[in-house]
């Protein structure tokens, strides 16, 4: 009684994050399309974000509402989410990037030069996670009886007999080019930016107050996508463990405990991709005043055309 109450629970409230992370990521879509202002380098990166979380969410949302869902469905609900994820943590690495250039080694990158570079890259991003990542779930959907359905995600038959080495070396590759080295390399560029605005960028009362505004939006803007990384890394640990747990332990996937984690393990998931479009209002000024007044137009003009 207790387990089917808490996981109803996580159902429900899986629901409304998706629900809220929707509308969310829309609204930054909209607000960087139909601000001028808004098409700079850093906000096409953001962009990308939202729409990578805006798909993982919508998928999510069409197979919450069908009934019997079938197994292919789930191979292509496993394939949208580490293409997402994929393209998600790699632009949080090129942001990174872009911030290390240009603050740390005050260089002017070629790529991140103009928004037609940057477009391009993004959509270069998007084609090799889409390339890179079909043939291993094809493999995946080569063994009909090892992967089953469990509720909204899927897991795996212990008691099917099949080699899991090739699954176990996907996974292996998954964590360490899609996790382990971005969060790595992510966390040694912040590290640089970060003693460089400190240390030889602080604003100093002498400078122009221009200047002294410049050097503070820049450090604004470092700690927001720091925070956006942190959660992004947190968010998605315990999928991870999930993962790890399935493939090299001897854990009883069929046990109320472990159904519990693994099905708070997908609900994190959900978390991360609803919450930035929270994160961008709350911690970074900028974004919330462009939105105030893209909201504000909206009013403007439905209020003249009545």
């Excluded at 505004?213 to 959660?231: A, F, H, N, S």
């Amino acid at each position: 009684m207790y387990f089917g109450s808490v996981l109803d629970v996580l159902t429900i409230i899986s629901f409304s994050v998706t629900s809220l992370g929707i509308v969310g990521n829309l609204l930054v879509l909209l607000i960087i399309l139909c601000t001028k202002k808004l098409r700079t380098k850093m906000y096409i990166f953001i962009g990308n974000l939202a729409l990578a979380d805006l798909c993982y969410l919508a998928h999510e949302m069409v197979a919450g509402f069908m009934m019997n869902v079938p197994k292919e469905f789930f191979m292509i609900s496993t394939y949208v989410t580490f293409v997402t994820f994929t393209v998600s943590i790699h632009t949080l690495v090129l942001l990174a990037i872009d911030k290390f250039l240009t603050l740390v080694l005050v260089f002017k990158s070629i790529v991140f030069k103009t928004s037609r570079n940057l477009l391009i890259t993004v959509a270069l991003l998007w084609a090799i996670s889409i390339s890179l990542l079909s043939p291993a779930v094809i493999f995946f959907g080569d063994d009909p009886g090892y992967f089953i359905q469990k509720g909204p995600y899927i897991t795996v038959n212990k008691t099917n007999n099949t080699d899991t080495t090739p699954f176990k070396t996907i996974f292996i590759c998954l964590f360490v080019l899609d996790y382990l080295v971005p969060l790595i390399a992510i966390t040694v560029m912040y590290a640089k930016v970060i003693f460089q605005l400190n240390s030889k960028d602080r604003p100093n009362p002498v400078n122009n107050p221009a200047d002294s505004k410049i050097i503070k939006d820049k450090r604004r803007l470092t700690i927001v996508m720091i925070i956006v990384t942190v959660v992004f890394a947190v968010c998605w640990f315990p999928r991870y463990v999930d993962f790890y747990l399935l493939f090299f332990t001897e854990v009883d996937n069929t046990n109320e405990s472990y159904e519990i984690f693994s099905a708070f393990a997908y609900f994190s998931v959900l978390i991360n991709s609803a919450i930035n479009p929270i994160l961008y209002a709350f911690i970074y000024v900028d974004f919330r005043q462009q939105a105030h007044n893209f909201f504000k137009q909206i009013r403007t003009t439905c209020c003249k055309k009545k």
